[in-house]
Structures are given as structure tokens and as C-alpha cells.
């Protein structure tokens, strides 16, 4: 007898194309007829140019910008006009910007219950309860900053590292469907960025949540994840499956691109080491 | 004296309904909402005609408030639907009201001196209690006999219906959707991001805000005798002022605090605002003039202040690094320079 594997996807994005501008000279071409699909428990890196389109890709995925062609799926369910705080309750995530992620005059358990009430209809309970302010703090000692101590603290009064690790925690710790992570460590210092990235590894490798990180360093994009894909003009130029990614360095990355571009990566945002 | 400082506290303690709904639209929604001028008449204008009309003044009040809900809610609509401006979808929401709350009324004025209203009600039912008496007594015994206002009625019930409001207030912004519609204030982008329909979290936090401040409307026309088309006219400008003066004055750092502060710098305006009219060369037609004076001041006295004290430790800075650097003359290299900075 022959078992057929069944391997369920659960981020689809079909024919996806996204024009911005269209018929002004600005005329931009964002999303060129893109097509991928994620695995339950992948773990995809996107690197490329400014302008790539990474970003745009990001928020056609949440739902923030409506593609002008094809069809996103998450867990087989066509969500393409679902709008962004109704497709949210399945997404999670993270923002370039660590001011982005919290609300800077509320409190961390103000903001952790937000969070944690991402995947119900909000109603009018009480946000913040005892036994949810025990489950923030068992989440927050995750961290290892000292912020299960500092419940009552506004968000304001956090050091950007401190925001952007607590605005990972509340993206994640709902085990949302998917996650998407905007380039979540660029605005920070390289220690900063050392710390959010290993807890994005242990946190991701935790709830085992299906990932898309965009990320302008290609080391971290070549060290993190199962799967790597390449931007550039709107289109994934490269894609490297688990194997392949195994074996990958930054020359080889940048060499692959310069093969299917025959130009240069002219950047100066790109962190190559 | 007393008698118009006991009945700006009064006024103020109604008012404070305002200000509170001022409150959530300016700093919780962070939305500058100039309808307010126009629900609070149309919070005035359905109480009174409903009273007017024979119905139960409780019933009226309470029918004020949901009026004034849903010109909150229309402002929200225009604003979130519409795609107009906050300001824009403010003034054209309080610009239609004016109209609207001529239609309701009928007239540009209704009294209701001779009519039962919920504050004549309170008024009976308080010298039912026979508490008046017993505390003019005791103010006549300690020989403050002409500091005896009418009743004390009033500003205790209404003391009551603030605190429950605040109370109220207070627990709705801490359950989820409270939380959400600060959140919406606070971060759109974050609070979107953890599926929050913004829209209609400032439809409804606009739809609250105003239905206090209709409340308020609905109140103050009972309280005066009268309700009168013209009477929101800078109504914004006077909620302002409390939020600001309460800040100012009793700080804002928690909800519970922030509402409290709203409620007393309601009242801490009425009690500016009658000591300024008693001043002799000053008429009541400058009550907007002095009230916008009261806000500027209350705006611009703290950054005064703050700038001041910034100026003065800079000054002690820049002085004392000259005294560093006249000591070490005598010694010009760079390190002693370097020193100098890492000194200070």
C-alpha cells in the first residue's frame, strides 16, 4: 500500500501582484506575481534590496495593503479581503520600529492584555485579572529582563530593546497562525539586535510558529530559519530549501545574486557580515 | 463670597460630567472633538422639551444621555467612515446640531422654571432628610451664619452621580474594550496589529464621551431653569480647561488619578472662573474671554516654569565649567579639558 504524505500549507500566496501609483509616472510595480507557500513550522527569511518589496509582501500578508492581483490563503481559507484586525486574530507581529509594537502611556500587563485578548471578541471584563497577571509574569520571565518585576511600568519607560523584546512576547505568546517579523531588529544597537534575535530563535522554536522574518543582515537570514528567499524588483529571485540553506555563506548568497541580476547589490542598508 | 463660591463648586461638580467626556475623547481617544459644543445643547434641548412635554425628569435625563451618544457616534462615523478630518467631522457634526437642537426645542429657548425637574426633585426630597437645618445650626453655632448656602442637596447628589460616573469610568477603561480604545489613542498601528477594529472603537469612545457630556447638557438646563440653544457656544474650550487645570494641579498618571483630577479641575475652573467675574471692572460677556485667558494660562504657566528652571541649570552649568576652566589655565592641555567636560 502506498501512504501519500499530505503535506498541508498553511500560508499560500498565489499570483499576488501590487502596483503603486498605477498610471502616474511614479508608476511603481511593488509585487511582481509572486508565489509561495509555507509549511506548518516553517521558518522563512527574506532578504533584499531596499525596494524589493519585502515589506510590501509583509503587509498584503497581514492584510494592511489589499494586492491589486491574486489570492492569499492562510490554512486554506481565502483571506485576501479579509480586513487587517479581523486577518490579526490568525497573525502576529513585529515592527521595525520598537515604538510601533506597544502602546508607550500603558502599562506592560495593559499592553500584555491587549495582546493576550487578540484571538477573542473583547468584551467587558476586566483586562488585566490575578490570574492572568500570574501568566504575564511566567511570560515575561522568559525574557530574562527583570520585566515581570515591572507589571505596573509604562511602556513609554522602556529602552528600545526592552520594548521591541516585550512587542515580540505579545505577538508570539498567543501562538498566532503565522508570524511576521518586519525587520524587528534593525533599529536597534548590535547588542540589542543579538538579544532580540535569540529570543525570537527560542521563541519560534517554542511554539513551533510558522515564520516570515524580513531582514536587511544576511547572516542572521542565513542562520535563522529552515527556509531563504531573495527579493529584488517585486519578484523572489532565489530561494534556498533546507539543505541548500545548510551550506549557504554571504559570499555565496551574493554571488547568486550578481549571477541572476548581473548587477551588483548596491545597498548601503545591507549588513553583509 | 461664599455664596458664589459655594455655587461654582455646584455648577462645577455638573459640569466635571463634561469635562469627563472631554476627558476621553482629547486624552484617551486622543481625538479633538469639537461636537461637544452641540451635544451638550442637545443634551439640554431633549430634557427639556421631554420635561416640558410631562414626562419623568429622570426619564429625560436619562434620554439626554443616549442623545448625545449618538451625535458622538455620528461624529465617529464621519471621521472613520467618511475619511473627514477629526477637527473637520467636529465642527461640521456641532455645526449641524446647532440646527437639530433648534428643531428639537422648537424655539431657541425653553424655561422650565415652573416644570418638576430631577434638580427641584432632589432639592425636595433632601429637605425631606431635614439635614439643612442641622447643618445651618451648626454653622450659625460657630459663628459662620452668613456662610449658609440654600441646600445642601445639590452638590451631594450630584457629588454622588459624578463619583458613581467616575467609577464607572474608571472600570470601563481597564476592561478589554477600554483597554482597546486607549490603545487606539495611544498606538493605532499596535492595536490594529492585536485585532482591534479601530473604527469602531472611536465610534463608540466618541459615542461615551458625548453621551456625558449631553448628560451634563441635560443637567445644567434643569439646574439654571432653562435650556438655550446658545448655551454650548465654547463648551470645548471649558472642558479643556478642566482637563488641563486638573492635570496641572493633581496630576495624571493612572486613569483613577487622571478622572479624579478631571472631576476637581471642573470645579477649581468654576471657582477661578466666579472670582474673575467678581472682580468689578469684568462683565459676564467676558466669560469666554476670561475662560480662554484661564486655558492659555494653564497651557503656558507649567512650560514657563519648566523652561525657567531648565535656563537656570544650564546657566549654573556654563558657569561653573568657566570656573573649572580658569582654575586649570595655568595648565592648558587638552586633558585637563577633557576633564573639565567629564566633570560636569
Not at chain 1, 506592560?108 to 500570574?134: D, F, P
Not at chain 2, 450630584?158 to 460616573?165: A, N, R, S
Not at chain 2, 516654569?305 to 568657566?322: G, V, Y
Not at chain 2, 582654575?327 to 566633570?343: I, Q
Amino acid at each position: 500500500m502506498q501512504i501519500r504524505k499530505v503535506v498541508k500549507i498553511l500560508l499560500q500566496l498565489k499570483q499576488i501582484y501590487k502596483v503603486f501609483n498605477e498610471g502616474s509616472p511614479d508608476e511603481k510595480v511593488a509585487i511582481n506575481h509572486v508565489n509561495l507557500d509555507l509549511k506548518p513550522g516553517d521558518f522563512v527569511t527574506v532578504i533584499g534590496s531596499n525596494g524589493a518589496g519585502k515589506s510590501t509582501l509583509l503587509n498584503i500578508i497581514a492584510g494592511r495593503l489589499t494586492p491589486d492581483l491574486g489570492q492569499v490563503k492562510i490554512g486554506g481559507k481565502d483571506v485576501t479581503l479579509m480586513p487587517e484586525h479581523k486577518r490579526a486574530r490568525l497573525i502576529g507581529r513585529v515592527f521595525q520600529d520598537p515604538m510601533a509594537g506597544t502602546a508607550p502611556s500603558m502599562t506592560i500587563e495593559e499592553n500584555l492584555s491587549i495582546a493576550y485578548s487578540r484571538t477573542t471578541r473583547r468584551g467587558l471584563k476586566l483586562g488585566v485579572t490575578r490570574k492572568k497577571r500570574e501568566f504575564f509574569k511566567e511570560k515575561l520571565s522568559m525574557l530574562n529582563l527583570g520585566l515581570e518585576d515591572r507589571l505596573h511600568a509604562k511602556v513609554g519607560l522602556l529602552s528600545g530593546g526592552e520594548r521591541q523584546a516585550l512587542s515580540l512576547l505579545m505577538a508570539t505568546f498567543t501562538e498566532p497562525h503565522i508570524l511576521l517579523l518586519d525587520e524587528h531588529t534593525a533599529a536597534l544597537d548590535p547588542a540589542r539586535a543579538e538579544l532580540i534575535t535569540e529570543l525570537t530563535k527560542k521563541i519560534v522554536e517554542e511554539y513551533k510558529l510558522t515564520t516570515l522574518m524580513v531582514t536587511h543582515n544576511m547572516q542572521q537570514a542565513i542562520e535563522l530559519g529552515n527556509r531563504l528567499i531573495m527579493m529584488d524588483n517585486g519578484q523572489i529571485i532565489f530561494e534556498a530549501n533546507e539543505n541548500e540553506k545548510k551550506h549557504l555563506t554571504v559570499e555565496k548568497l551574493l554571488m547568486e545574486f550578481q549571477r541572476i541580476r548581473g548587477k551588483q547589490i548596491s545597498n548601503d542598508r545591507a549588513v553583509l557580515v | 463670597m461664599y455664596t458664589a463660591v459655594f455655587g461654582a463648586v455646584e455648577a462645577g461638580v455638573i459640569y466635571a460630567l463634561m469635562a469627563l467626556g472631554v476627558y476621553l475623547s482629547f486624552r484617551v481617544l486622543d481625538f479633538p472633538d469639537l461636537t461637544v459644543d452641540g451635544s451638550f445643547v442637545t443634551g439640554g434641548a431633549v430634557a427639556a422639551i421631554l420635561i416640558v412635554g410631562g414626562a419623568d425628569p429622570l426619564l429625560a435625563t436619562v434620554l439626554a444621555f443616549f442623545a448625545g451618544f449618538l451625535a458622538g457616534c455620528m461624529t465617529g462615523i464621519l471621521h472613520t467612515k467618511g475619511k473627514i478630518n477629526a477637527l473637520l467631522s467636529g465642527i461640521l457634526m456641532m455645526t449641524a446640531l446647532y440646527s437639530i437642537n433648534l428643531r428639537i426645542m422648537g424655539r431657541s429657548n425653553v424655561s422650565l422654571l415652573s416644570e418638576e425637574t430631577l434638580i427641584s426633585k432632589i432639592v425636595d426630597f433632601w429637605k425631606g432628610l431635614k439635614i439643612d437645618d442641622a447643618v445651618a445650626a451648626f454653622f450659625t453655632s460657630i459663628g459662620l451664619a452668613d456662610f449658609i448656602p440654600k441646600t445642601w442637596g445639590i452638590l451631594v447628589i450630584m457629588l454622588i452621580l459624578v463619583f458613581v460616573m467616575k467609577a464607572a469610568i474608571d472600570y470601563f477603561l481597564k476592561t478589554d474594550v477600554g483597554l482597546a480604545i486607549r490603545a487606539t489613542g495611544d498606538n493605532e498601528i499596535m492595536i490594529k496589529s492585536f485585532s482591534a477594529n479601530t473604527d469602531t472603537l472611536k465610534i463608540l469612545g466618541l459615542g461615551l464621551s458625548n453621551a456625558l457630556v449631553a448628560l451634563s447638557g441635560a443637567l445644567v438646563a434643569q439646574y439654571q431653569g432653562y435650556s438655550d440653544v446658545g448655551m454650548g457656544i465654547g463648551m470645548i474650550v471649558i472642558g479643556l480647561a478642566s482637563v488641563i487645570i486638573g492635570e496641572t494641579i493633581f496630576g495624571a498618571k493612572t486613569v483613577v488619578r487622571a478622572t479624579l483630577a478631571v472631576i476637581l479641575g471642573a470645579i477649581v475652573y468654576r471657582i477661578i472662573y466666579a472670582l474673575a467675574l467678581r472682580v468689578d471692572f469684568l462683565e459676564s460677556g467676558d466669560m469666554k474671554l476670561i475662560t480662554a485667558f484661564i486655558v492659555i494660562c494653564a497651557l503656558v504657566i507649567p512650560r514657563f516654569i519648566e523652561f525657567a528652571n531648565e535656563k537656570k541649570k544650564k546657566k549654573r552649568r556654563l558657569l561653573e565649567s568657566q570656573r573649572l576652566i580658569e582654575a586649570n589655565a595655568n595648565k592648558k592641555s587638552g586633558e585637563n579639558l577633557a576633564a573639565v567636560k567629564t566633570d560636569l
